[in-house]
């Protein structure tokens, strides 16, 4: 009888550490999934701290850093008119304000809010204004620029209106030169398979 009890404490015993390993397992496995530079907090134009990759979770992201008074500026045009076009499909533009590039994006954040509005009736996403270059840039920018975590697409961000876009799952899938304008073929194309790219 003892030794019919040993043999169910055994096995009892082996259960319990088979679940523990599969539990471990399965942590680990999510852990160890592809990490994504959208995995960071930023602050919106309003002041409101978001985790981008919760934010825009399953979208293909666009994101530009912006600014109001750059030969550029008018790009925000094509790019409100991107976002009306394939916003419902799924895309998100996200507008970053920078004024480290000739200071050409000196107002407040409400001066910039109603400039996009009133001059190129922005409804897509700006991010409250910050550095994409040097020691101050935030974690984003520092992560898109840097040879070490984005070797493809890596190099210090040039004049406004640089552009990089993310796939459904978080990836940079590509990097347009601010004298590309949103519209381009180019672009869309781009936009668009990603688009149709099932998760």
Not at 58 to 73: E, F, H, P, R, W
Not at 102 to 117: D, N, R, S, W, Y
């Amino acid at each position: 009888m003892k030794s019919y009890f040993v043999i169910v404490l055994i096995l009892m015993g082996a259960l319990t550490m088979n679940q523990t390993a599969t539990a471990k397992g399965a942590k680990s496995e999510k852990a160890g999934a592809k990490a994504t530079p959208l995995n960071l907090e930023m602050e919106t134009l309003e002041g409101k701290k978001v985790n981008l990759a919760e934010k825009y979770q399953g979208k293909v992201v666009l994101l530009v850093n912006v600014a109001s008074k750059c030969g550029n500026t008018p790009q925000y045009a094509q790019l409100e008119a991107l976002h009306k076009k394939y916003g419902k499909e799924g895309l998100a533009i996200v507008g970053v304000p920078c004024n480290q590039f000739g200071k050409q994006e000196p107002g407040t954040a409400a001066e910039i809010a109603e400039f996009c509005e009133k001059n190129y009736g922005v409804d897509f996403d700006l991010m409250a204004k910050v550095d994409v270059n040097g020691d101050d840039a935030v974690p984003l920018y520092k992560y898109l620029t840097s040879k070490e975590t984005d070797p493809k697409f890596a190099g210090k961000i040039p004049w406004n209106f640089e552009k990089f876009l993310f796939n459904r799952d978080g990836q940079v899938v590509a990097r347009f030169n601010h004298k590309m304008k949103p519209d381009a073929p180019e672009v869309v194309a781009a936009i668009e398979k990603e688009l149709a790219a099932k998760r």
